[in-house]
């Protein structure tokens, strides 16, 4: 049991360049989220997924695009990264809206 | 503008004596707090939580207070170890927004030996 992953743990894009982001949990749990951690500040949820095929905007949504077409898996993407995305970007999962959230260790993202 | 605040970025304590890691938050329509721990290069891990029918819970070492009229929760760890040591995050929640909790800047609390 691998509880939540992501890939990669760490990446340098250019501005402009795009990536995707990959968060996989097996714990079979159907919220899923993805925030990031800037210095001086807490984890923000950027987007946030309630089921397969669902996906909803959270504090920060601009400039990311996400998808769950599996249950286990959420996605998240750039499609122009900018400098202003430079962060630690968290994973998490959970049962349900009041259940506790299970993080991954974290993708540390630099925009050069 | 953060609605939740945790003023104290750092907090270094001897081990056996109290951590008392505190938190603040501005939005009165929160009901729901919880306290996430960690340690470098990892994820956050639950620790405890508390909603606002109840102003004390307590698991083992940890205690969350809270104060509602204050908007004011704290976390206790009684007697601190030196695997204490991490940063703290307080998060808060409303009942008709659970999926969107708000994080507190961090604590980074040191218990030394």
């Known amino acids: 049991n691998a509880g939540v992953t992501q890939t990669p743990k760490f990446r340098v894009l250019k501005t402009g360049q795009s990536m995707t982001l990959l968060c996989a949990q097996d714990?079979?749990?159907?919220?899923m989220y993805w925030y990031r951690q800037d210095p001086g500040m807490g984890l923000r949820l950027i987007h946030y997924s309630v089921g397969e095929g669902t996906t909803a905007k959270g504090e920060v949504p601009d400039g990311y695009n996400v998808s769950r077409l599996k249950k286990q898996n959420f996605l998240l993407g750039l499609e122009s990264a900018a400098p202003s995305q430079t962060s630690v970007y968290f994973c998490?999962?959970?049962?349900?809206?009041?259940?506790?959230?299970?993080f991954g260790p974290g993708t540390r993202l630099l925009v050069l | 503008d953060q609605q939740v605040k945790q003023n104290s970025p750092s907090l270094s304590v001897q081990e056996g004596r109290i951590s008392i890691l505190n938190c603040d938050y501005t939005n009165s329509m929160f009901d729901y707090f919880l306290w996430y721990k960690k340690y470098p290069a990892e994820g956050p891990t639950f620790l405890i939580s508390?909603?606002?029918?109840?102003d004390k819970n307590e698991d083992g070492r940890f205690t969350v207070f809270l104060n509602k009229s204050a908007k004011h929760l704290s976390l206790h760890i009684v007697p601190s170890q030196p695997g204490d040591s991490a940063v703290y995050f307080c998060?808060?929640?409303?009942?008709?927004?659970?999926?969107?909790?708000?994080f507190g800047s961090g604590t980074k609390l040191n218990v030394k030996p």
């Open positions: 998060a808060a929640s409303d009942r008709y927004n659970f999926n969107k909790f708000y």
């Open positions: 998490a999962s959970s049962l349900g809206p009041e259940e506790t959230q299970y």
């Open positions: 714990m079979n749990h159907e919220y």
């Open positions: 508390i909603s606002s029918i109840k």
